[in-house]
């Protein structure tokens, strides 16, 4: 332990010490502070990917400026990066980057979910066509047997 006499030669030295070190201890604070602050994990839509999760887009990407809800599909827009994530079941089904992509994109997504329709309808209607003709023949061949 240092006993310093108010009278000693050494007293202003000691003061200048004490200022050295509280010099010392607010440099570490502020460059330690500001470490911390730049460490912080940055939100980067770059890094989502198709087939991940909406919670896994927060993570990455933050929490979009605005989410839409079109039916078949959630839009989540980030306007700073200019991209629309298109979700479908809660899944990152497509990654729009333009507004006239946006656009684009959901056009051609909705007829091709429209041809898929009408394929499938056209298929369904085929089948029916076929079991009617079956229903027929064999109401035909009852007859005849009585």
Known sequence: MFLIKRNSNNFPQYIV????????????????????????????????????TGEEVIRHAGDPDRKNNIGIAELWTYKNEDRTVVFRKD?????????????????????????????????????LEGLGNKLKNKAKKDSLIK
């Not at 200022?19 to 911390?36: C, D, E, G, N, S």
């Not at 730049?38 to 087939?51: A, F, P, W």
């Not at 959901?106 to 309808?121: F, P, R, T, V, Y």
Request: proline share 0%; with cysteine; aromatic share 6%.
């Open 91 to 127: 899944t990152v089904f497509d990654i729009i980057t333009s507004a006239d992509a946006r656009i684009d994109s959901i056009k051609a997504s909705l007829d091709d979910m429209g041809n898929k329709i009408e394929s499938q309808a056209e298929k369904a209607a085929d089948k």
């Open 17 to 52: 010490y004490l200022k050295t070190q509280k010099m010392k201890y607010l440099r570490f604070i502020v460059i330690a502070t500001t470490l911390i602050s730049c460490s912080e994990n940055k939100k980067d839509l770059s890094t989502v990917k198709i087939g991940m």
